[in-house]
């Protein structure tokens, strides 16, 4: 898990569903196949509408037209129950592969946090800041991991975040699998 993180917001609003995230159509490809997993980063955020409640008037694409399988956004910023719907594990993933590092939510559904955490996709991090209404997409957004501090680079604004706790050594290991073989779970 990195100290920092850096890049570009993409904000999405309340009730982000995993069928806006990864639409059920694109769960053929399999993420374990290099040429596969980057359509899961090509399809990522794809069933989110442009008209979805809670987006900004003008919404911005999640791909530009130059790169069809990486997002120019590294950092998901949204509102309420990120994730929620089904439990699907492929919404993290797609995320991911389409170079998202980190969310910041208000809250999760579980299963989507869990998700995120136990493959070591991504970072969930949790804000009590409704942050959907004073960050915009594009704006350079910084990470300080171990701080747990948020900067907007282009506002100059900075918040806390809330503590990973017990999540932030299965995130440094990669993964649950790999933090059960570090401390001894698992052989291999």
Not at 45 to 56: H, K
Not at 139 to 148: M, T
Request: glycine share 12%; with cysteine; hydrophobic share 40%.
């Amino acid at each position: 898990m990195r100290d920092r993180i850096e890049g570009r917001a993409y904000v999405l609003g309340d009730n982000v569903d995993t069928d806006q995230i990864i639409p059920a159509q694109y769960l053929t490809y399999n993420p374990s196949i290099p040429a596969e997993y980057k359509m899961f980063g090509k399809y990522a955020l794809s069933g989110v509408p442009d008209d979805a409640a809670g987006l900004p008037k003008g919404h911005v694409p999640f791909h530009a037209p130059a790169d069809e399988f990486v997002s120019p956004y590294q950092v998901v910023v949204a509102g309420k129950n990120f994730g929620c719907g089904s439990s699907r594990e492929h919404a993290p993933i797609a995320l991911a592969a389409a170079g998202i590092t980190a969310v910041v939510a208000e809250f999760y559904a579980r299963i989507f946090y869990r998700n995120a955490v136990n493959g070591g996709y991504l970072i969930p991090f949790e804000t009590t800041a409704r942050l959907i209404d004073r960050v915009c997409t594009g704006d350079e957004l910084v990470i300080d991991v171990a701080g747990g501090k948020l900067t907007n680079k282009t506002t100059g604004d900075e918040w806390e975040l809330l503590p990973l706790g017990e999540v932030a050594p299965i995130l440094e290991a990669g993964g649950l699998f790999p933090y059960a073989r570090k401390v001894g779970m698992l052989r291999g």
